[in-house]
């Protein structure tokens, strides 16, 4: 019993100090910055600490905060036209999940802290929630962790946002073009079960598959919505494995991603096709499922074969002290980069930065010639399937950084 | 349909584990603990930690947490509910202001959890594998909270009803003012059966956080389900909350099937409105 206690306390000193050392940091940084009082680049932003989106913000956005601050500063801070360098100083909200406290956070950094750049919360709902007040001050938007297909739409209206994820259209039209080359190919029937969380994502996702598939030539045998605190799946893998299809599509938000997952592996269902929504390209996923998680395929994906990408998941890891996820992190990550290099080039002024990431080409962990079309990054993976314990980018035939599909997928272990 | 009967009794089993604690709260200490889900929500942390850290295994968790539930129970009792208890007039002036400073205990529990452990989603896998039900396959770990809940309802119920000091529980739930008339300490037996509660809280945690991920903020939604099969089972009721959270998972499992899984959220509360307008106590409140 002794011993039990002296290792809880060891595991729970552990976590002490990992959480003290990213603390640490951020104070480090801070004071740092404070000292030269006057001579910061003072940057804000409003996450969800808490709340029902603390687990997506936890996981994509925030990690890429402190790491890129951490390495700006540990630089000697953001570099400006005439060579001299600030370094940054952060200001942090919690917007409790909450779309009112975040716009109200959002309001205050523009107008009571005077921040010089903000940056975007997480979630799609709240980038278009904060959107109207960033282009009201003129700050740059970099939306990282938002999917929309009205980013066109949006760029008209607010010449100072940029949308890095793309929209349902393109990751459904990803999935679809997969699933006919397959159809082709004789590995799947044309029958598709399709479930989708009753939110956001989930609604966003499952109005852009429904014409697409359909359109595609395939039917949709079991088509049906559940509600976001759904935890038991039984029932509805049962009935979308009764349903003759060879392709399951789930549009899910992690906790539904995992109960999937698991309870598809009790069960012995194990489609050809085996589609999840968010959760399924965080890095713990695997462990969670509890073994192997072959040929599962989601959104997003990299490239393992990319010097770049991998240099910048060990950096996180080193730095965050855990892995970044397999989808909308790097995209994160390379929006700040792009930020840090016009910066360089144009100064603080905010119309100019904005300028400069509509019309410029930058180096970032996407590769050296990172471009944005019409204020949207379009180069990014839409599609990704575990291969042997990695998540990669894949499309029907491999190529330009992407794997050939691997299916049908293998049976559970 | 005996596949549905089956997989709408091992998630009932689920929610029945976790309303049992609540109601003997709520029924015998008077407490209506707002707190209890993120008391169930530090015991799934509290069990990832041993799995993952100590590679224990949450059976043994469950050895440890439940006593260790039991005692901070007692722990809380004596210094926060305790002075309650004392200046409350009535049963009515103790239900509201339990009601708030359970609320206040609530975010305390939280912001300790989202500082040790953050924001992100936790879950891990124990004892996922199939098992074959009257020929539907059910996860173990599902299978064995059902058989927890029923055991340890099964249990409480014996210890209630056949024991003298399971009497003197259901006395001071019975008649608070006049159970000291007969030499019943009755402060003693709310703390008991809010300690109680509180170990029950940790048994659900353990065995929710082998199937189901949680986050430091996810206790409400405990709570809230809790609540429900609570007033549905009626307050203080043990086999009220186990009839109540069997009939909400079979519900629940019912509609998903045979309707449409969109609409199971909308049947649970149509049934717990249309049983609360027959019996406003619950199936098994006092009148």
Redesign the interface.
Same mark, same amino acid.
């Given at each position: 019993m002794t011993s /039990?206690i002296a290792? @809880?306390a060891g595991?729970?000193r552990?976590?002490?100090t990992r959480?003290a050392t990213v603390a640490l940091l951020a104070s480090v940084a801070s004071t740092a910055a404070l000292a030269q009082e006057g001579d910061t680049v003072r940057i804000g932003y409003a996450v969800?600490?808490?709340? %029902?989106n603390? &687990?997506g913000?936890?996981?994509t956005v925030t990690p890429n905060y402190q790491l890129w601050v951490e390495e700006v500063n540990a630089a000697g801070g953001l570099t400006l036209p005439d060579g001299s360098q600030k370094m940054i100083e952060v200001i942090e909200y919690d917007d409790r999940s909450s779309a009112e406290e975040v716009v109200r956070a959002v309001e205050r950094l523009a107008t009571q802290d005077e921040v010089d750049f903000i940056l975007p919360p997480w979630g799609t709902g709240f980038n278009l929630a904060v959107a109207p007040l960033m282009a009201k001050f003129g700050y740059p938007h970099l939306a990282g962790a938002a999917v929309t297909d009205k980013a066109p739409d949006f760029v008209e209206r607010w010449d100072t946002s940029f949308w890095f994820m793309g929209g349902s259209v393109d990751y459904v039209d990803a999935l679809t073009e997969i699933l006919v080359a397959q159809r082709e190919a004789g590995t799947i029937n044309d029958q598709i079960a399709m479930?989708s969380v009753?939110d956001g994502f989930g609604i966003d996702l499952v109005k852009a598959a429904r014409p697409a598939f359909e359109a595609a030539g395939f039917e949709v045998s079991y088509d049906? @919505?559940? %509600?976001p =605190? @759904?935890?038991?799946f039984?029932?509805?893998l &049962? =009935?979308a494995g009764n349903a003759g299809a060879d392709t399951f599509v789930a549009f899910s938000y %992690? %906790?539904h991603t /995992?109960?999937l997952t698991?309870?598809a592996?009790?069960?012995?269902f194990n489609p050809p096709v085996f589609y999840l929504g968010v &959760?399924a390209a /965080?890095p713990?996923y695997p462990?969670?499922?509890? &073994?192997s998680v072959e040929g599962v395929m989601s959104l997003g994906g990299i490239d393992p074969n990319n010097e770049l990408t991998m240099a910048y998941r060990s950096k996180h890891e080193e730095v965050v002290g855990r892995a970044p996820d397999l989808w909308g992190s790097i995209l994160v990550y390379a929006s700040l980069q792009m930020l840090a290099q016009s910066i360089e080039r144009v100064g603080l002024d905010k119309a100019a930065v904005a300028n400069e990431l509509s019309t410029g080409s930058f180096s970032t962990v996407l590769g050296e010639e990172t471009r944005l079309e019409n204020n949207q990054l379009r180069a990014i993976n839409w599609i990704g399937q575990w291969q042997d314990g990695n998540f990669v980018a894949v499309s029907a035939d491999g190529g330009e950084g992407k794997a050939a599909v691997k299916l049908p997928k293998p049976g559970w272990e | 349909m005996l596949e549905h009967v089956v997989n709408g009794l091992v998630l009932g089993g689920t929610y029945a584990l976790v309303a049992m604690g609540l109601t003997i709260q709520y029924g015998i200490a008077r407490i209506m603990n707002l707190s209890f889900g993120d008391t169930i929500i530090a015991a799934c942390f509290a069990t990832w930690l041993m799995f993952t850290g100590l590679a224990l295994s949450p059976i043994l968790a469950l050895v440890v947490l439940v006593p260790a539930g039991y005692a901070l129970s007692l722990v809380v009792y004596r210094f926060i509910m305790k002075p309650l208890v004392d200046r409350a007039p009535d049963e009515g002036a103790l239900e509201v202001d339990s009601i708030l400073v359970t609320f206040g205990l609530l975010f305390v529990i939280q912001g300790v959890l989202l500082t040790l452990f953050g924001g992100g989603y936790t879950s891990y896998s124990y004892l996922n594998s199939p098992v074959n039900v009257l020929g539907t396959t059910v996860a173990a770990n599902r299978l064995l909270a059902l058989a927890l809940s029923l055991a340890i309802g099964a249990a409480l119920v014996v210890v209630l009803f056949r024991t003298r000091w399971g009497m003197t529980l259901r006395a001071v739930a019975l008649a608070p003012q006049s159970a000291p008339l007969y030499g019943i300490d009755t402060n003693r037996a709310a703390r008991t059966a809010f300690a109680i509660g509180g170990a029950l809280a940790c048994t659900g945690g353990v065995v929710l956080s082998m199937f189901q991920t949680f986050t430091a903020t996810g206790g409400v939604v405990f709570t809230m389900k809790a609540l429900i099969v609570v007033i549905l089972g009626g307050k203080g009721s043990v086999p009220g909350a186990i009839l109540a959270g069997l009939l909400l998972g079979l519900v629940e499992t019912f509609v998903a099937a045979y309707i449409d899984p969109g609409l199971t959220l909308a049947a649970v509360y149509t049934v717990f409105l249309a049983l609360l307008l027959v019996r406003p106590n619950g199936l098994f409140g006092k009148a």
């Amino acid at each position: 019993m002794t011993s /039990f206690i002296a290792e @809880t306390a060891g595991a729970v000193r552990r976590l002490m100090t990992r959480g003290a050392t990213v603390a640490l940091l951020a104070s480090v940084a801070s004071t740092a910055a404070l000292a030269q009082e006057g001579d910061t680049v003072r940057i804000g932003y409003a996450v969800s600490k808490s709340g %029902p989106n603390a &687990g997506g913000s936890d996981m994509t956005v925030t990690p890429n905060y402190q790491l890129w601050v951490e390495e700006v500063n540990a630089a000697g801070g953001l570099t400006l036209p005439d060579g001299s360098q600030k370094m940054i100083e952060v200001i942090e909200y919690d917007d409790r999940s909450s779309a009112e406290e975040v716009v109200r956070a959002v309001e205050r950094l523009a107008t009571q802290d005077e921040v010089d750049f903000i940056l975007p919360p997480w979630g799609t709902g709240f980038n278009l929630a904060v959107a109207p007040l960033m282009a009201k001050f003129g700050y740059p938007h970099l939306a990282g962790a938002a999917v929309t297909d009205k980013a066109p739409d949006f760029v008209e209206r607010w010449d100072t946002s940029f949308w890095f994820m793309g929209g349902s259209v393109d990751y459904v039209d990803a999935l679809t073009e997969i699933l006919v080359a397959q159809r082709e190919a004789g590995t799947i029937n044309d029958q598709i079960a399709m479930v989708s969380v009753a939110d956001g994502f989930g609604i966003d996702l499952v109005k852009a598959a429904r014409p697409a598939f359909e359109a595609a030539g395939f039917e949709v045998s079991y088509d049906k @919505t559940f %509600p976001p =605190e @759904t935890s038991d799946f039984a029932t509805i893998l &049962g =009935e979308a494995g009764n349903a003759g299809a060879d392709t399951f599509v789930a549009f899910s938000y %992690p %906790p539904h991603t /995992f109960a999937l997952t698991k309870q598809a592996k009790v069960a012995g269902f194990n489609p050809p096709v085996f589609y999840l929504g968010v &959760g399924a390209a /965080f890095p713990v996923y695997p462990g969670i499922a509890g &073994g192997s998680v072959e040929g599962v395929m989601s959104l997003g994906g990299i490239d393992p074969n990319n010097e770049l990408t991998m240099a910048y998941r060990s950096k996180h890891e080193e730095v965050v002290g855990r892995a970044p996820d397999l989808w909308g992190s790097i995209l994160v990550y390379a929006s700040l980069q792009m930020l840090a290099q016009s910066i360089e080039r144009v100064g603080l002024d905010k119309a100019a930065v904005a300028n400069e990431l509509s019309t410029g080409s930058f180096s970032t962990v996407l590769g050296e010639e990172t471009r944005l079309e019409n204020n949207q990054l379009r180069a990014i993976n839409w599609i990704g399937q575990w291969q042997d314990g990695n998540f990669v980018a894949v499309s029907a035939d491999g190529g330009e950084g992407k794997a050939a599909v691997k299916l049908p997928k293998p049976g559970w272990e | 349909m005996l596949e549905h009967v089956v997989n709408g009794l091992v998630l009932g089993g689920t929610y029945a584990l976790v309303a049992m604690g609540l109601t003997i709260q709520y029924g015998i200490a008077r407490i209506m603990n707002l707190s209890f889900g993120d008391t169930i929500i530090a015991a799934c942390f509290a069990t990832w930690l041993m799995f993952t850290g100590l590679a224990l295994s949450p059976i043994l968790a469950l050895v440890v947490l439940v006593p260790a539930g039991y005692a901070l129970s007692l722990v809380v009792y004596r210094f926060i509910m305790k002075p309650l208890v004392d200046r409350a007039p009535d049963e009515g002036a103790l239900e509201v202001d339990s009601i708030l400073v359970t609320f206040g205990l609530l975010f305390v529990i939280q912001g300790v959890l989202l500082t040790l452990f953050g924001g992100g989603y936790t879950s891990y896998s124990y004892l996922n594998s199939p098992v074959n039900v009257l020929g539907t396959t059910v996860a173990a770990n599902r299978l064995l909270a059902l058989a927890l809940s029923l055991a340890i309802g099964a249990a409480l119920v014996v210890v209630l009803f056949r024991t003298r000091w399971g009497m003197t529980l259901r006395a001071v739930a019975l008649a608070p003012q006049s159970a000291p008339l007969y030499g019943i300490d009755t402060n003693r037996a709310a703390r008991t059966a809010f300690a109680i509660g509180g170990a029950l809280a940790c048994t659900g945690g353990v065995v929710l956080s082998m199937f189901q991920t949680f986050t430091a903020t996810g206790g409400v939604v405990f709570t809230m389900k809790a609540l429900i099969v609570v007033i549905l089972g009626g307050k203080g009721s043990v086999p009220g909350a186990i009839l109540a959270g069997l009939l909400l998972g079979l519900v629940e499992t019912f509609v998903a099937a045979y309707i449409d899984p969109g609409l199971t959220l909308a049947a649970v509360y149509t049934v717990f409105l249309a049983l609360l307008l027959v019996r406003p106590n619950g199936l098994f409140g006092k009148a």
